[in-house]
């Protein structure tokens, strides 16, 4: 067995971040230099008070006071200028970094195995794209960007005071290692807690997630307290987790606000000492007195800093480790056939989705180019699984499944899944419009190659009906349309790629008789020249096929046409009873 990977800290996790803006280090170097500037643009304005205070008014120099004034206002006028820049190109910074990390989360999540999926909420996999990836950039703009501004102020500063004063500077600074102390054992304390905070607001975006999805079956079973309830509970749990978040925060700030004002006293009383004895002027005092705002603004800040580097570390962690699962493997890994026969077989496959729990066992089948198999069974006996591995959403545990002769292994996942035009039982549509549905099947698809699709589906008096047409909007998931116009839909899509293989699943499970009639056309044009595969639980749609297998409970138990089946098998012939009138079993 493998061995887990360790689990990320912190530490990890801010060394990946920076080596991700490291791609990004022409904007950073900008971003700095002017945070730098303007940083260095503060000191002019307490050497002008200072400047005031012992030459200009006790030697009564009115002549300098505009040349003062001038100075302090063009120093604060040019840090605002350089303020303005800053924020445009942080803005930028960040913008792009968001950008790249979401797009690189999203590939991600795209190329990982059915697998992960199976163990994933929607709400929490929504929750890192929306909210985590931002999360995890104020890492790099605020953390880095203003922590590094700050401390690069408190060094400015304390550098300024101690060549100015050494014994007020050291006076001024005594706190400091107890306020770098204080953060120190904080973010060891609130780590857990930010994490803690993060997985409860995913696990209420999830509940949201579902409510919405599922609003329709909510609302037929009058099930609303008890979704009400679900979604009390998980804000509840969301409620406590941040209290105790901001318990610690409600702690931990006012705690270090004081040693930084326990300084500042000091200063004043010792400056003050001073000024009396004669060994300090009042204009030092006062220069003293700016400079220590300017020391403990950024230490201030940096309790901030502190509090958005674990939020924003907290949702890194969670960002990585999607990044860092195992992805499917390359979608073009395998060679590609210059045509497809069409001929499939399954040789003893055996599959399951939990080690306990087989789905398949020592499945055997063969569809020889352009025959129509069926495959009938009752509900969980394992035919949906089949078009999962033959597709390689998922790869059997035992036996080979070959096309023309070749394993499904040695060939591109690409080149496989194109070759396949599979309808599944719920025909999922996206939001958007008709079109984009469409192109779906075929991208470079022109306007009359959509409408010959759509009007081989028998779908193009239904959309021709709508003012829109082909931009016509279908809702999420289809909901402005009818199952039967949906599924209808998804036929279109499959016209439009033309694969050579056909899968088809409970393709008419839903539908009314009407809708039935007019899929079942579609279908026969569509089997047309093509190797189909069909799951159906209405035998009247398959009574045809060249081969019709029957599985129970994950295994094979007979194959054969109609006909011998009636004869040779009392399990389908138990179905056909329950399927058709007595008398036309007898036919």
Known sequence: MDDKPEPMTNRSALRRLLVFARGHWRIAAWQFTLAVAGTSLIFVFPGVVRWFMDEIIPQKRSDLIWRAGGLALLAFALREGLFYFRTRVNCTFEQR?????????????????????????????????????????????????????????????????????????????????????????????????????????????????DTITGIRQIKSFTAEEMRQWK?????????????????????????????????????????????????????????????????????????????????????????????????????????SLPSIRGEIEF????????????????????????????????????????????????????????????????????????????????????AGTVRDNLLIGKPSATDDELWAALREACAEDFIRR???????????????LSGGERQRLALARAFLKDAPVLLLDEATSAVDVKSEHLIQTALAKLRANRTSLIIAHRLSTIVEADVIYVLHQGRMLAHGTHEELLQTSPYYREMAALAFDKGDVAA
């Open 466 to 480: 709508s003012p829109e047409g082909l931009d016509a909007e279908v809702g999420e998931r289809g909901v402005l």
């Open 231 to 335: 979604f009390l509970a998980a804000s509840h749990r969301l409620k406590d987790k941040q209290t105790n978040l901001m318990a610690a925060w409600a702690f931990y700030s006012p705690s270090m606000t004081l040693l930084g004002n326990g300084g500042l006293v000091l200063l004043l009383m010792a400056g003050s000492w001073w000024c009396v004895q004669g060994s300090m002027t009042t204009g030092q005092l006062m220069e003293f007195l700016l400079l220590v705002g300017f020391l403990y603004e950024p230490i201030a800040r940096l309790h901030g800093v502190n509090q958005t580097l674990l939020n924003g570390l907290s949702a890194a962690k969670r960002v990585f480790a999607i990044l860092d699962n195992e992805t499917e493997e390359d979608l073009d890994v395998g060679q």
């Open 97 to 209: 970094m968001i950008t790249d990390l979401r797009s690189q989360l999203h590939r991600k999540i795209e190329l990982l195995p059915l697998r992960w999926f199976d163990h994933q909420s929607t709400g929490d996999i929504l929750t890192k794209l929306a909210d985590d990836v931002p999360a995890t950039q104020r890492v790099i703009l605020e953390g880095i960007e203003q922590g590094s501004t700050a401390v690069l102020q408190i060094i400015i500063t304390a550098i300024v005071m101690l060549v100015a004063d050494t014994k007020l500077a050291l006076i001024v600074l005594a706190p400091t290692p107890l306020i770098a102390a204080g953060g120190w054992i904080y973010s060891r304390w609130v780590s857990p807690r930010a994490t803690a905070a993060r997985e409860a607001t995913s696990a209420l975006n999830a509940t949201l997630h």
């Open 347 to 430: 040789n003893a496959v055996t599959f399951s989705y939990r080690a306990d729990k087989p789905v398949l066992q020592d499945i055997s089948l063969r569809a020889a180019r352009h025959q129509t198999i069926a495959i009938v069974g009752a509900t969980g006996s394992g035919k949906s699984t089949l078009f999962q591995l033959l597709t390689r959403f998922y790869d059997p545990q035992g036996g080979s499944i070959t096309l023309d002769g070749v394993p499904l292994q040695d060939l591109s996942k690409r080149f496989l899944r194109q070759s396949f035009a599979y309808v599944t039982q719920e025909a999922f549509l996206f």
